[in-house]
């Protein structure tokens, strides 16, 4: 099985590269996997993939860190983004908001496809283009769409496996809550280290 890595920074991938010995670089390929660093956003996200996805892959393995509207995920705790969905793409009619879907231009969410089973929790996310950090945005997003996580990459790595028929995982360690902005509540030493635990275990156990 070829599979691509796909992180948004090299930083949440800190200890895999140490682990493998991988040189330095945005797009690595590797004789066990290949890895694709994109940039932050959806942006950077569907511009790297644009470019380096092929169906040469049979599982693209999406890895990051994220925040949590559900507290009952543990910081650092480890989840499975079965379905994610592009939270700002639409239009708004007064208080109300119209999903691209409503609007009859696509859709608005996508969901992993693959028959790999591992044990992690499974959750829906939100894709922004801008961090949830207002009490007020934050509960009409809850109210919504009722999300577990909230990334900027997500739904456009699930978009673009989707378009291309390729299998998909998205796995986040949680960094911190979405709640008006604190960083000194964050836990993203802690998040990258467990993710990085888990993605060389499966990583290994795959090769």
């Not at 797009?27 to 644009?50: N, R």
Request: hydrophobic fraction near 40%; aromatic fraction near 8%.
């Amino acid at each position: 099985m070829k599979i691509l890595v796909v992180a948004a920074t090299k930083a949440e991938l800190t200890f895999l590269y140490q682990h493998f010995s991988l040189q330095e670089g945005d797009f690595i390929e590797d004789k066990k996997f290949d890895i694709l660093i994109t940039g932050v956003g959806m942006v950077a996200t569907a511009f790297a993939l644009g470019k380096h996805l092929s169906p040469k892959y049979n599982l693209v393995l999406n890895l990051g860190i994220a925040g949590a509207f559900d507290r009952s995920i543990e910081l650092g705790g480890i989840v499975n983004i079965t379905e994610d969905i592009f939270a700002e793409l639409g239009a708004e009619d007064g208080e109300n908001f119209l999903t691209i879907t409503d609007l009859g231009f696509g859709e608005s969410a996508y969901n992993s496809k693959n028959s790999i089973k591992i044990g992690l929790p499974k959750v829906s996310g939100v894709t922004v283009n801008r961090v949830s950090g207002n009490e007020r945005n934050i509960k009409n997003l809850v109210k919504r769409l009722n999300p577990k996580t909230e990334s900027m990459e997500g739904a456009a790595v699930l978009y673009a496996c989707h378009q291309e028929r390729i299998d998909c995982l998205q796995i986040r360690s949680i960094s911190n809550y979405v709640e008006p902005r604190n960083r000194d509540k964050w836990k993203i030493g802690l998040a990258i280290k467990n993710l990085n635990d888990w993605a060389i275990a499966f990583l290994t156990d795959m090769n």
